[in-house]
């Protein structure tokens, strides 16, 4: 089926591990993004992409990173993992500004 | 800057009644406005969106939304609730040009009362 597909679903990390959540698009959209989900904070960008081998900062980068060296993929980084992001990420991507995003499933992550 | 208000964490209602959930933005230029659900356990769905036209947006399971410039709203609504809406819902908004991140609102927590 069509559509964002992440993984892993589940992870629990020790503070100070690091790991890679990848997303993966078969819609050749131009953009993805990296959101960060907390209880009563809504939805948070990370950082997003416009485009193969592009990648620009969101409202809460530090701690991560991100690479796009393919159009189809995006994967978001994190070197050292500290409580702090314990959290549900989602991945999105659209083809154009005005398009709705379609999100994956999410992961969630729960460093410990 | 762009930024989303939901002023309801939760709303309720009895089935078969109207429902209303509350946005309003700010945005320097013009909105883009875009309505989102979340069922339990899942990532969020594309309900709706605004871009230019038509202030009445018609969008997925029966829901619609009224922009209204004036105000800077976005109200979603459905004339009639059905137990299956029961959701989180979220609102989002971005300027038509310079900024190609959407900003989310903190989201309304809508329970449908058989």
């Known amino acids: 089926n069509a559509g964002v597909t992440q993984t892993p679903k589940f992870r629990v990390l020790k503070t100070g591990q690091s790991m890679t959540l990848l997303c993966a698009q078969d819609m050749n959209h131009e953009y993805m993004y990296w959101y960060r989900q907390d209880p009563g904070m809504g939805l948070r960008l990370i950082h997003y992409?416009?485009?193969?081998?592009?990648?620009a900062k969101g409202e809460v980068p530090d701690g991560y990173n991100v690479s796009r060296l393919k159009k189809q993929n995006f994967l978001l980084g994190l070197e050292s993992a500290a409580p702090s992001q314990t959290s549900v990420y989602f991945c999105?991507?659209?083809?154009?500004?005005?398009?709705?995003?379609?999100f994956g499933s999410g992961t969630r992550l729960t460093v410990v | 800057a762009q930024s989303v208000a939901q002023p309801e964490d939760q709303v309720n209602v009895a089935e078969g009644n109207p429902l209303t959930v509350k946005c309003t933005y700010s945005?320097?230029?013009?909105?883009?406005l875009f309505w989102y659900v979340q069922y339990p356990n899942r990532g969020l769905q594309f309900l709706l969106k605004?871009?230019?036209?038509?202030?009445l947006v018609k969008g997925s399971y029966g829901f619609e939304a009224e922009f209204n410039k004036s105000q800077t709203s976005f109200h979603l609504k459905k004339p009639s609730a059905l137990v299956s809406d029961s959701a989180l819902y979220f609102c989002?908004?971005?300027?038509?040009?310079?900024?190609?991140?959407?900003?989310f609102g903190t989201g309304t927590r809508l329970t449908i009362i058989p």
């Open positions: 989002a908004v971005r300027v038509d040009f310079g900024n190609e991140k959407l900003t």
């Open positions: 945005v320097s230029g013009n909105p883009y």
């Open positions: 999105a991507s659209n083809f154009w500004a005005g398009d709705g995003y379609t």
């Open positions: 605004y871009i230019t036209g038509d202030n």
């Open positions: 992409s416009v485009g193969e081998g592009t990648t």
